[in-house]
Structures are given as C-alpha cells and as structure tokens.
C-alpha cells in the first residue's frame, strides 16, 4: 500500500503587535479548515505562529508586552480551540510557538498533534540566530538569543501520520545536521516554520540572496537525505519589516513539487509519497553502505576544541 500523506503548508501573512490570541487562532483554524476540505491529514503553521515576530523588539521596558508573547501551557485556554479543530476535523497540525515553562525557561518551541488531536512531539529550537543585547543601530533588532534559551534536547523523529516525522525551526534549516541527525534516525518528512526578515543586518550584501538560500538549504536536506521537507513561513510586511514567503514543499529528489504564491495566509497542498525516499536512502544515500563517520569525527569536537 502507498503510504501517502497530503500535507497542507499553512503560510501566514503578517500578524500586527497589537492582534490578540483569538483573532490569529481564528486564522489558523480557517486553514485547517481549508486543508481539511482539501483532504489534508496534516497542516503546518510557521515559526512563533501565534503572534506577531516579537524578537524584533527590544522589551526591556515593557516586560508585561515580553511575557505575553509566550504561552504558558500547550493546549492552553486559547490553543486549545486548535486541538479540538483537529480532532473534529481528523486534521493534525504542526505548530511553533514560544515557550514559557513552569521553571521560567524560555524556548523557541513546536509541537506536533495527530488526527485526533493528542500531542505527538515537542521540539525546542536547536539554532539560535541574532543576537543577545540591544543594539540601536539595527533597523530592527534579531533579540532571539536574549529571548529563549538554546533547545537541550536535539532533534528527534516521531512515529506519526503512517510515517517518521522530524521538526526543525527557522535557522536550523540552514545548518546540513539537521536533516542528517534525523535522516540517521529515518526521517521521511522534516516540518520546518520560519520568519526570515529579508535585511540581514550584518551583511545586507545577503538580503537579495534570502529567496536562493532558502530554496538551497531545504532543497539540498531534502535531496541529501533522502527526505521530504515542509518550508512554512510568516511572510509579508509585518511591522514595518519584510519577510520572506516562499513557503515549499520539497520531495526527497530535492524538487519543489509545491510553492505558494502569495505572502499572506495562503495553503500549499500536495500528496507526499513517504516511500520515495527510499529511492534514495536505499541507493545514492544508503547511509549503512556509504558513510564514512570516522572520517567526520571533527563535526562532533566541542566547539572550543577547534
Ligand atoms: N527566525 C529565524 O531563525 N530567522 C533567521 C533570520 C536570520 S538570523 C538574524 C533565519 O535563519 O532565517
């Protein structure tokens, strides 16, 4: 039997700084909805899918503002509409958002929820770009390492929707062991929401890049590990700032068989064939047969060791 799964990736347009709980999770269960009519069994939403990409601004002065961007349980009272839609709709749902634990610890978080909307897995966002203290000569600051900590847990699959499914964030989809930590665990289909602001304010010379590299780094995991790859952004002009859209949705070959066409809320569909990557991990990426780890000993050493 083919083991098909018609995923449904859930781009977001801008979500403005003053818009509420209610109002954004209206917008995602409109999509799961729309993915439901269009026979999806799974919908991923982006990066911080629940508010508006708070690590532009430097909070200081307000941390009421700072904490609010967080959630404090998942579900929680105004996720938990999420999770119903889900198992109403026989839907599940990839979602990232902030992370306030009961210790007080701060993660850039995701969670993935089956058909009948119980939590299959957590992931804590390994790669954490920008910066840690305010720097006013920015355009827009890129506060995420002041604002979650490092994820402790590294990158792990799931037995779920008939398949081995893997969750990334944002920046991990530019560094290759990402994908390669899942594909050694089997990996056929990688998750990954982001906001990708198109001005890189240490060397802007990268921002008309931002589309290629993109398409590069999902393109290349996929290929490379035999894998298929969901790119969900939060794109559009969000505050004054411009991300990129572009979400995609990439099969082991590293073709992109689906691409939106807006930058705003938007459903990419297509029916992801999981056993096509055994084309590759059986042949071109056997990883048994082929790989060489001793000779990659260097990519493990503590980066002090170098
Ligand atoms: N959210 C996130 O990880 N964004 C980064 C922006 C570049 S680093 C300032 C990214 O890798 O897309």
Redesign the pocket.
Known sequence: MVRSLRIGAAQLGPIARDTGRDEVVDRLVALMRQGSDAGCQLVAFP?LALTTFFPRWYLDDVPEELDSYYETEMPGPQTQRLFDEAQSLGVGFYLGYAELTSDGQRYNSSVLVERDGSIVGRYRKVHL??HEEHEPDRPFQ?L?RRYFEEGPDGFSVWEAFDGIIGMA???DR?WPETYRVMALQGVEMVLIG????LH?APDPSQNPLQSFHNRLVMQAGAYQNGTWVIGVAKGGVEEGVESLAQSMIIAPSGQVVAEAETTDDELVVADCDLDWCKHYKDTLFDFNRYRRPEMYNLITQPKSEL
């Open positions: 990066e770009p920008g890129h995420e964030l944002c920046n530019r982001y906001n990708t602001p890189y």
